[in-house]
Structures are given as C-alpha cells and as structure tokens.
C-alpha cells in the first residue's frame, strides 16, 4: 500500500441520507476531528441531506454507494484505502424494511431484505476491516425484534446461532436457507420466525460476535465492534410510528463509535441504551 494523500482521520455512515443514519452523520460532524462521510445510493434526497448539512455549519463529505452494489463497494474500499490509508469509524446503518402491506411476494421480500441488510453489511465489512486502524470503532445496527424473533426460532436453529464456534460462511448459509425455505413457504417449519426482517437482524447481531471473536487475535490493537438496538424511532422505516425522535435512536450508536481509547467495555455486545443487553 502507497502512502495516503490524506493524513486526516476517517468516518464512514452507511445509509444516511435520512433518519437514524442522518442523525448519526450529524452527531459524528459535531465531535470527531476528521472526515465524516454520509453515504447512500446517489439520488437528490442525498444531496438535499448534505446541502442541509452544510447550512447548519456542518461539513460532511459524500459518496454514492449502495451497500448491494459489490463492486461500487469495493471501489469504495480502494478510495480510502488510497486517501486516506485507514479508517476510525464505521457505522452499518443502511438496510431496508417492507411495509406490512407490500404486495411483493414474500419470498422477494426475503431475498431483497436478506440480501441487504445482511449480506450487504457483511460485504461492506469484509471489504472495509482490512483498513480499519488501531483503535477502531464499528458499530452494527440492529434492531430489538431481532431480541424477540431469536426466541421464536427452534431449539435446533438457536443453538447454532448462538454455538461459540459458528463461522461467518455458517451463518451466511444459515440465513441463506431462510430465504430458500420462504420460496416453499417452509420457513417457520424450518425453524425459522417469520419475518425477513427480524431474521436479518438476528444475521446483523450474531455477525458481530463472530466479528469481535475473529479480531481477538488480529495484530491491530484494540478494534471495537458493537451492535445495538436504537429503539422505536420516528423515521421512514418505522413509518413514523416511532416514540423516539431520530436523534436519540442516534444516541447509542454514536456513544458506540466514540468510545475512548482502550475501552474494555462494551465490545462484542448487544447494546440498548448505551447499556449491554443480553440478547438471548
């Protein structure tokens, strides 16, 4: 690797032109000295976010990316890799949620929602980790039906979700046979809850355990990953049904990614409310 042209530090938001996301782009900009980038698929509800932004005093940067894009990930990946060499902060926000009246098919639902959410984040992960720095903080997004929907899953599935030694190609397959069981209507047979949703979420929280025991080892020193459940906010997502307002589902994640230097805890935890939660 080449030296960087840039010598500043680096966070990066997935998903962020709106909600949850916005909020956390917006907290980041007020209190990390460095680039904060507000990433999302290109589109003029982006570029209105930013240009928002920078009325309020703040001065976000931006890159179009669409976490199921595996190469506009990748050419993400070597952009920072070249400017900036290494990354401080990564926050997978991005995912999508169905309305529960979508007249798509369930079976669509559950490959366009899995594929998203988890496989997506999982990609932008693999490609991302590599050029995380010394002291580096992730945060994964979760959501607190993935709390409840581990608890609707058979004794046989939650077994192997929650076995210390399942690998990352395990649970993709694992999530990879919900989606292939919803094509026959076999899920709940299987195992399974219902929900696409719920169930990639459960795939976003089991990951980041496996992540944090996967980093156990690795030479950079204290790289944190944590998810966490920002609660029943009010955004598109939840189709303003939420009881918290943005910036305070944003509170948590943000209070994740700052975490000061060689911080014990959180890490490889289920957080809620800036507290560890136990999951299942």
């Not at 952009?79 to 900036?84: G, M, Q, T």
């Not at 984040?121 to 580096?136: E, I, M, N, S």
């Not at 994740?256 to 560890?276: D, H, Q």
């Amino acid at each position: 690797m080449g030296i960087p042209i840039c010598d500043k530090k680096v966070a990066i938001v997935t998903g962020a032109s709106r909600g949850i996301g916005l909020a956390i782009v917006r907290g980041l900009c007020r209190v990390f000295y460095g680039d904060v980038y507000l990433t999302a698929p290109d589109s003029e509800e982006a570029k209105n976010t930013i240009e928002g932004l920078r009325r309020e005093g703040l001065d976000p940067k931006f890159y179009p990316l669409d976490i199921t894009d595996t190469s506009g990930v990748e050419k993400f990946g070597e952009f920072l890799r070249n400017y900036y060499g290494e990354i401080s902060i990564l926050v997978n926000n991005a995912g999508v949620a169905y309305a529960p009246d979508s007249v798509e098919p369930f079976s669509t639902q559950a490959e366009v929602t899995c594929k998203t959410n988890f496989h997506g984040t999982l990609h932008v992960c693999k490609t991302l980790f590599p050029l995380l720095g010394p002291h580096a903080r992730v945060v994964n997004i979760s959501s607190g039906v993935s709390k409840v929907a581990i608890t609707m899953c058979s004794e046989q599935v939650r077994n192997r979700l929650l076995d210390p030694n399942l690998t990352m190609e395990q649970l993709g397959e694992m999530i990879d046979s919900y989606v292939e069981a919803t094509k026959t209507g076999r899920q709940v047979e299987e195992g399974w809850p219902i929900t696409p949703y719920a169930v990639s979420k459960i795939g976003i929280t089991v990951m980041t355990f496996i992540q944090q025991m996967e980093l156990l080892g690795d030479v950079r020193s204290d790289i944190v990953v944590n998810v966490c459940c920002p609660g029943f906010t009010n955004t598109a997502m939840t189709r303003h049904r939420g009881t918290a307002s943005p910036d305070q589902g944003a509170d948590t994640p943000l209070y994740l990614a700052t975490l000061p230097k060689n911080s014990k805890t959180p890490c490889g935890n289920y957080v809620t409310n800036r507290k560890i939660q136990t999951w299942a």
